[in-house]
């Protein structure tokens, strides 16, 4: 009855074969399966334990899972590859959709297939001639640099395809300069507070035991974590371009960054704003946040992020900045409802509103103000400068 | 000496934990490749009970690690016994000072903290790093280099390497994406809650006092909670609460005792906003469904 290992090289190469089957057909289902697991297998597969379908399959289904979405697919893919119908049947279970496939993935191919087609304009509205647009952001360009023009000019009414570019590059530097600021500070803040005793004894040695030169424990100061949701519905659309530029400067400078864009639906998309191929990275973002309009659901989004993303990306150090005209086509009780919840969570909630900006705007939308009693600083966001004033708030929090 | 997966089995019930298959198999395949075990599941499956078991079926020590943020080596690995040192050094003064700093950095004076203890037992214990998750990633990556070589090295005093080699699980609530690394080092269990039929056996085995139908309606009834829209979903550990504080009222046949039944749901609903939720309206149909 003991499982003792067999020496594998007796089991033949029909298995050693099949088995590099099967662990090529995990790899194609985005299973990470290496030389050692299947080595390991090929142990297993000499023991008793193979003789039946109803004991391997456990035991190599907890040698090759990494993870609970390769937990629920697992079985499928097992049954389909040793179930009799071999190899062919592979290309089905590969190809079809399971719901622990995120729905971002499915995005990212939908993605590939579109650029095929023919790459997305990573600015929608971007006109065809832009020179014939109205004149009357070019007066605020006297007498100022470009870049300080720019940075004043709402984002609706920067159209010249150059000006935009130079618009998303400042957002992306002005993410990066609010990271390194935020962590300067850090550095000048750290003062021991504790008594590093083995470091002291250690000195002390020389000194006869009587610790004169003290070793203190500087405390690691953790940089705020930031989690941005982008609201990309219609209503918001004059703006998206010009905040998933923002996103993207925002991932790719704090390394503990989260970011999620809703319009109907909740999408977390920091791992494709991780792209080092900046224009890649934002035509990408840009093709999702196009969304399939709809109208913009930001109280049962919220409530997906509060119940599958919050535990996840979201502790005590946590900023979330929602990005949001307030417009919600949901009920506005279910959006004050999650807000608490969030507003639980963590330490403090940033709403951002272009809308702001206009002149003569108050927070008339039901939503918005179901949501604003939650929300710790409400403030505009429709020019760069106005996202520049962020940045001592966020260095203040603690 | 590799027990069969029907042994674990079977040695799991004699201790008191009912197991499935699939768990008895992540358990017979740790001894088997010598790897780790990573256990995932929602707070209250029990994923701690499964090492507790482990232990016990081998009659092996515990040696438990909760993790935390901020753990660090001194709290993890070892520390130096710092009042002894001063002593040692006072008593020593005028000493060579390289004989005394010999003297105070030997064993006689090292303090070990689960990870050390754990690799230096004559016996293999069983080391239970209990939610992983909440370790930072640095002490994950140090885990993780202790996991594959089994050896420490203390500046002060060399290297020490296993004198034998630790059960190692690993449980993690998923507030935090593990590395890669790490869970291709180790087995892979998710534990999902026990089936109504198991929760029962598990009630049974636990409050060996309780009637078998008491315990098959309550694992129902709770089976039938954890399908409503709950913030926090009752555990097996919920369930014996419950269970044993039926039994103490006398309750035989939970459709005898609705107002019982519901005020005693505060043993399975652990946040006001649940108990609201759950009515005396819903616990009613719910008790009709099941009982």
């Not at chain 1, 070793?215 to 905040?243: C, E, H, N, Q």
């Not at chain 2, 590395?179 to 080092?185: I, K, P, Y």
């Not at chain 2, 198991?198 to 049974?204: F, W």
Request: proline residues 4%; contains cysteine; aromatic residues 6%.
């Amino acid at each position: 009855m003991t499982a003792q290992p067999q020496d594998t090289s007796e089991l033949g190469d029909a298995v050693g074969r099949a088995l590099a089957g099967f662990a090529r057909a995990l790899r194609d289902n985005g299973f990470k399966v290496g030389l050692a697991e299947t080595r390991d297998a090929l142990r297993i597969l000499g023991t008793a334990a193979a003789r039946r379908s109803s004991s391997l399959k456990p035991a190599l289904r907890c040698l090759f899972c990494a993870t609970h979405s390769d937990w629920e697919r697992f079985d499928a893919i097992f049954d389909a590859y040793w179930g009799g119908h071999g190899m062919r049947s592979m290309q089905t279970v590969s190809g079809t959709p399971t719901e622990s496939r995120s729905s971002l993935r499915k995005l990212a191919e939908a993605n590939a297939r579109q650029q095929q087609a023919g790459s997305p304009d990573h600015v929608e509205r971007r006109p065809e001639g832009d020179g014939e647009h109205p004149a009357d952001r070019s007066g605020r360009r006297e007498g100022a640099s470009r870049a300080e023009a720019l940075a004043q000019a709402d984002m609706r009414h920067v159209v010249d395809p150059d000006d935009i570019a130079q618009a998303h590059a400042l957002a992306a530097r002005f993410a990066r300069a609010m990271r390194a600021r935020l962590m300067r500070r850090d550095r000048a803040r750290r003062r021991g507070r504790r008594l590093d005793l083995r470091r002291t004894i250690h000195r002390s040695i020389s000194h006869g035991g009587t610790p004169l030169e003290l070793v203190w424990r500087k405390r690691k100061i953790k940089p705020l974590r930031l989690v941005m949701l982008l609201d990309a519905s219609g209503s918001m659309s004059l703006y998206t371009a010009f905040f998933v530029r923002f996103l993207h400067g925002v991932v790719d400078a704090f390394r503990e960054a989260e970011a999620f864009v809703f319009h109907t639906r909740l999408v977390h998309v920091s791992d494709s704003l991780r792209d080092r191929d900046v224009a890649r990275a934002v035509d990408r973002l840009s093709l999702m946040a196009q969304g399939i309009g709809g109208g913009t659901r930001i109280g049962e989004s919220l409530a997906v992020f509060n119940q599958w993303h919050a535990k996840r990306v979201i502790n005590s150090r946590t900023a979330v900045m929602i990005v949001s005209d307030g417009y919600d086509t949901g009920a506005p009780e279910r959006l004050g409802q999650e807000m608490r919840r969030l507003r639980q969570r963590c330490r403090r909630i940033i709403w951002l509103n272009p809308l702001i900006g206009w002149q003569g705007y108050a927070p008339q939308a039901r939503g918005m103000q179901a949501a604003l009693p939650y929300v710790d600083l409400f403030a505009p966001a429709h020019n760069i400068e106005s996202l520049a004033a962020l940045e001592p708030y966020l260095a203040r929090i603690r | 000496m590799t027990l069969t997966r029907e042994t674990i089995a079977d040695r799991l019930a004699e201790v008191g934990y009912i197991a499935d298959r699939d768990l008895a198999t992540a358990l017979w395949l740790m001894d088997f490749l010598k790897r780790p075990l990573l256990l995932e599941g929602e707070a209250g499956v029990g994923k701690t009970e499964v090492a507790k078991a482990l232990a016990a079926l081998h009659g092996a020590e515990l040696i438990r690690l909760q993790c935390y943020e901020g753990l660090d080596q001194n709290a993890a690995l070892y520390e130096w016994n710092y009042q002894r040192q001063l002593l040692a050094i006072k008593a020593r003064e005028g000493e060579d000072a390289d004989l005394i700093e010999e003297h105070i950095f030997s064993e006689k004076f090292l303090l070990e903290r689960p990870l050390l203890a754990a690799i230096r037992r004559p016996d293999p214990p069983v080391l239970l790093i209990d939610e992983v998750d909440r370790a930072d990633e640095e002490f994950e990556a140090f885990l993780l280099e202790l996991l594959s070589d089994f050896q420490v090295s203390i500046p002060e005093l060399g290297t020490i390497t296993a004198t034998s080699i630790p059960r190692v699980v690993l449980t993690s609530n998923a507030t935090r994406e593990l590395s890669d690394a790490l869970r291709r080092r180790c087995l892979y269990h998710y534990v999902d809650f026990p089936d109504v039929e198991r929760e029962a056996r598990i009630v049974l085995t636990r409050l060996p006092g309780i009637n078998t139908a008491l315990a098959l309606q309550i694992a129902n009834m709770v089976a039938a909670i954890r399908k409503e829209d709950l913030r926090k979903v009752p555990g097996v550990a919920e369930t014996l609460d419950w269970a044993a504080t039926l039994a103490g009222l006398a309750v035989q046949d939970l459709r005898q005792a609705p107002e019982a039944v519901h005020d005693t749901l505060i043993c399975l609903l652990k946040t006001h906003e649940d108990r609201s939720r759950l009515t005396r309206e819903v616990t009613d149909r719910l008790l009709g469904k099941v009982a």
